[in-house]
């Protein structure tokens, strides 16, 4: 199985609260995932990646926990601010292209 | 440094027509991929081409062709099209073929 089955579809937070996304993958060979991020109009921009050795990546306020028994991993945005406000995908691959998508999450940050 | 460049920005076709999409790399990535991306949902995997040659291919008819030049810039042509064909097709650099990728933005194909 390819997929990567990403949640929620959308998500409203206020400002400085920390939006949660997560996803699951059934390929046991995906062995990179990374996140990006899309404005409407623009194509998406790689924001962090993680590999399975490690359970936790952080790159300024964003941060990968990843739980390999499970099979899942998530994305938090700490201190999130309303340009933060796009549609999320997670992604795998058993190597760093030929990328399985997830299918989204829109976050919106209210003032 | 200019990033992963894609033309036209916008497109419009009828069915059974043709189209040749373009992208241009960031400058010493020789890897290109494509991707097609459905209104509300997460690109899909078509090609990935590095140093001219098929690295990998998507679950696409093959409608869907590719080709790398020698200056490591890329084509998509899609024949026959259908209204389900209407999409961004996103195009992806990376340094090799197995590093991390970095997305144009993309060209938008409405197909009538």
């Known amino acids: 199985q390819q997929q990567v089955k990403q949640s929620p579809q959308s998500l409203i937070v206020q400002k400085g609260g920390i939006p949660i996304i997560n996803c699951a993958y059934e390929?046991?060979?995906?062995?990179?995932f990374p996140w990006y991020q899309q404005f409407p109009g623009k194509g998406p921009a790689l924001l962090i990646a993680?590999?399975?050795?490690?359970s936790e990546k952080k790159e300024g306020r964003f941060t990968i926990s990843f739980n390999k028994s499970a099979k899942q991993f998530s994305l938090h945005i700490m201190d999130s601010q309303p340009g933060d406000s796009a549609t999320y995908f997670c992604?795998?691959?058993?190597?760093?292209?030929?990328?399985?998508f997830g299918t989204g999450t829109r976050l919106q940050v209210t003032l | 440094d200019a990033g992963v460049t894609q033309s036209p920005t916008h497109l419009i076709k009828t069915r059974g027509q043709h189209v040749t999409l373009r992208c241009s790399p960031i400058?010493?990535?020789?890897?290109v991929s494509w991707y097609q991306q459905v209104l509300g949902q997460g690109p899909q995997f078509i090609f990935q081409?590095?140093?001219?040659?098929?690295?990998g291919r998507g679950n696409f008819p093959d409608r869907f062709s590719a080709r790398q030049f020698p200056n490591y810039s890329s084509e998509l042509n899609v024949n026959a099209l259908l209204l389900g064909d209407s999409a961004l097709y996103l195009c992806?650099?990376?340094?090799?073929?197995?590093?991390?990728?970095?997305f144009g933005d993309g060209t938008r194909l409405s197909i009538l």
């Open positions: 400058s010493g990535h020789k890897s």
């Open positions: 992806a650099s990376s340094w090799t073929a197995d590093q991390p990728q970095h």
């Open positions: 993680i590999r399975p050795d490690v």
């Open positions: 992604a795998a691959s058993n190597t760093a292209s030929k990328l399985t």
């Open positions: 390929n046991t060979a995906f062995d990179y």
């Open positions: 081409y590095y140093e001219k040659e098929e690295r």
